[in-house]
């Protein structure tokens, strides 16, 4: 394991979606420095050509192919059809190494959302990337391609707080898939990767802190963000390394392995320190969390009278429940 032979994506075809900007875009690069033939997927046609000269700028050789093709990738009809054109500069050959980076966040109270809210949470959270993995999946074992699937995370999907209810559950969900098929795609020899970034600075986080809300922004406060930039180089590295579950920084990595249940370790001598620190600072962290969010519940009610959720004024608010009520709760 100490010799393992690093990962080269040198002449290796990398197909890398949510590619037109922030990570996805930072991680293109990386792989376009490296020698990789580069495919980028997103939406936005306008946001790929802009992208696409970026990567022009990191080629290093005249025979690297770079190509930007736009799909929505939250189903597995469009994946397959992004997947099919950018396999066509091959021969048809499927790329050898999937980067699934779509995503977006759009914090908020639970209490705001309604079904299609939260339906289309998991939407961009979780299918957006777990269709591609199926498609690009199937093709990679109907090819016999020894390739590579990394998805990309969130540290909210060791734990969550205050307004990412809609956030969360896809991220946790991509963990899930990701723990079931890094056992699975052993049958092929297929590797599968899931990165756990932190906060990243991107014109999506500006967006998503719009809707934020101000108890999630107080206690994000503390927490210190990477650019697009490290993290790809984050994730680069931990792929390059054969890492299972990819961190950045000591929290990233207290988290991951203080919940890493049966995963595979990255260290067993550091993961050991991380996860006892994690065992004593964690919960105490957890309970500072908790007493801001308790701290902030007459703000909130006013909040949520002024935006038309509750009709409970402070007074009725804090008018203890009936007696036989609270009984039934405890049952």
């Excluded at 308790?294 to 909040?303: A, V």
Aim: hydrophobic residues 40%; proline residues 4%; aromatic residues 12%.
């Amino acid at each position: 394991m100490f010799f393992a032979k690093k990962w080269d994506p040198r002449e290796k075809h990398c197909f890398v979606t949510g590619g037109s900007s922030g990570t996805g875009l930072a991680l293109a690069v990386i792989l376009a420095k490296r020698g990789a033939d580069v495919s980028i997927v997103a939406r936005n046609k306008h946001r790929l050509e802009k992208a696409l000269e970026v990567l022009e700028n990191a080629r290093k050789t005249p025979e690297q192919v770079l190509k930007a093709y736009s799909f929505a990738v939250d189903s597995e009809s469009e994946s397959f059809a992004a997947l099919k054109a950018a396999s066509e500069p091959f021969g048809g050959r499927c790329p050898d190494a999937l980067f699934l980076c779509a995503g977006a966040a759009r914090p908020s109270y639970f209490v705001e959302q309604d079904e299609r809210m939260l339906r289309h949470g998991m939407q961009i959270s979780y299918w957006a990337q777990a269709c591609t993995a199926l498609a690009g999946a199937k093709e990679m074992v109907r090819q016999g391609v020894k390739g590579k699937i990394v998805f990309v995370s969130s540290i909210l999907a060791y734990f969550s707080v205050v307004g990412y209810s809609t956030y969360s559950p896809g991220k946790f969900a991509i963990r899930g898939l990701a723990e079931a098929l890094q056992s699975e795609m052993k049958l092929y020899d297929i590797d599968v990767h899931i990165s756990f970034p932190p906060t990243i600075y991107t014109s999506g986080y500006e967006e998503e802190n719009r809707t934020k809300p101000a108890i999630t922004l107080e206690i994000e406060e503390t927490d210190s963000g990477l650019t697009p930039e490290e993290v790809a180089a984050g994730i680069f590295t931990g792929v390059q390394r054969g890492h299972f579950h990819i961190t950045t920084g000591w929290i990233g990595n207290t988290f991951r392995a203080s919940t890493a249940g049966s995963s595979p370790r990255n260290s067993y001598v550091l993961d050991s320190f991380y996860a006892f620190f994690g065992y004593l600072f964690l919960p105490l962290w957890r309970k500072t969390v908790d007493s801001k969010v308790r701290q902030h519940q007459k703000e909130h009610r006013d909040y949520l009278v002024r935006a038309g959720v509750s009709s409970q004024t402070r007074d009725s608010a804090m008018v203890p429940a009936p007696r036989s009520f609270s009984a039934s709760l405890s049952l």
